[in-house]
């Protein structure tokens, strides 16, 4: 099961997440990821103490670097960079998250690699864009994805401090976006025969991500109200707690359509003739008392009795809130294919899985994240023998 870009040979000059992230997407997929890393590594790398792990796993960073061939190169000295442009002249792409001014130092900007290659697929992923006054400014995500781009602002409430994204989000949503890019890249070469700059960026992902809100207030100059729990104007469209502690998201978008269903849920029925209910409009002007009323309601059941509840009405569209312990022990979780096990020296790891699957050329992971340098002499190996063809 070797993916749907087996064969493709990809060349990863990545540091943290998201440029790693990319490459590790391609190769779950099935190329050949060659990590260039720096003679103390990838910094992320460090991830585990960061994190305060006690155990000698690095979980982050196995996500990101799976089925990848590690190689050290001092960029810094003229022979590493030799060797790094050898390996990227066999390449189908050169993926990076370092940069541009960086790069352009060591003579790997998109600029200078393409015209000595120009088929060449060049992955830049960025924080900001490649254009601009901030062009090459330092970003995580939490600095480009998060805050800049409105994210953080629409998720505080009302005079509350911002929320902390947890680690990663964006750089994994910018990864994906890179790997699609990648991919859509080389099917336009099959057509033209010609390589070319595909790029994104953080902020831009994260602007993608609230595109409702931007998009809104672009085109009328009117904000998305931000919904407050207590006062939803759609109560079907809310959260709520059980007599367990646990919470669950009611669903029901199209409100009309869904009340019947609640109704018979919360063993109201009378509910359906009550005139400060019985249409969206009226449940949206009596919508502070209506959610008090299930409030009571949904306290006096745990959440498992809700959810045998729920489920027997096929028009209540509703969701736990899942702790990331439910998740794990969630059987829909494992039969979508939410966990793969990535080979190892003793047998296996369970890993999370990258979200796509292929039905004609599935994917498999095929080892654990290398050790710093593993493949350095393997890999200078082939180069020797490729010159020598």
Request: glycine share 10%; aromatic share 8%.
């Amino acid at each position: 099961m070797a993916g749907p870009v087996d064969g493709i040979n990809v060349v990863e000059l990545g540091v943290w997440v998201a440029g790693p992230a990319a490459g590790g997407i391609l190769a779950d997929w099935g190329a050949d990821v060659i990590k260039i890393e720096p003679p103390r590594g990838d910094p992320a790398r460090t991830f585990s103490r960061m994190f305060g792990s006690d155990v000698d796993l690095n979980p982050a960073f196995e996500m990101d670097n799976r089925s990848k061939r590690s190689i050290i190169l001092d960029l810094r000295a003229q022979e590493g960079r030799a060797v790094a442009l050898d390996l990227i002249a066999a390449a189908d792409v050169f993926l990076t998250n370092v940069r541009p001014a960086a790069l352009q130092r060591l003579g790997l900007d998109y600029e200078t690699v393409s015209a000595q290659h120009p088929r060449l697929i060049y992955g830049l992923l960025t924080g900001y864009g490649t254009a601009g006054p901030d062009a090459d400014k330092a970003a995580y995500d939490v600095a480009a994805y998060w805050a800049r781009s409105g994210i953080a602002s629409l998720l505080s409430g009302p005079g509350s401090p911002p929320p902390f994204q947890r680690s990663g989000m964006g750089d994994h949503l910018a990864g994906m976006n890179l790997a699609a890019g990648i991919c859509a890249a080389l099917y336009a070469r099959e057509k033209t025969g010609a390589g070319q700059l595909v790029s994104t960026s953080l902020y831009r992902t994260g602007a993608y991500t609230v595109s409702f809100d931007l998009n809104m207030f672009l085109l009328t100059g009117q904000p998305i109200a931000i919904g407050q729990r207590d006062t939803m104007r759609n109560p079907l469209m809310n959260n709520y707690a059980t007599g367990d502690g646990r919470h669950f998201w009611l669903v029901g978008l199209e409100s009309d359509r869904h009340w019947p269903a609640l109704c018979r849920a919360v063993e109201h029925p009378d509910w359906q003739g009550d005139e400060r209910y019985s249409d969206a409009a009226s449940r949206a002007r009596n919508a502070t008392e209506l959610i008090a009323e299930l409030d009571e309601i949904f306290a006096t059941k745990p959440l498992d009795a809700w959810a045998r509840i729920f489920d027997a009405e096929p028009e209540i569209f509703w969701s736990p809130i899942n702790t990331i312990e439910d998740v794990l022990a969630d059987e829909q979780f494992h039969s979508g294919g939410g966990v793969v096990s990535v080979p190892d020296d003793d047998g296996t790891l369970p890993m999370i899985a990258t979200p796509v699957d292929f039905d004609g050329t599935p994917w498999t992971p095929r080892s654990v994240a290398p050790g710093l340098g593993e493949h350095t002499e393997e890999i200078l190996a082939e180069l020797k023998t490729a010159r020598n063809l």
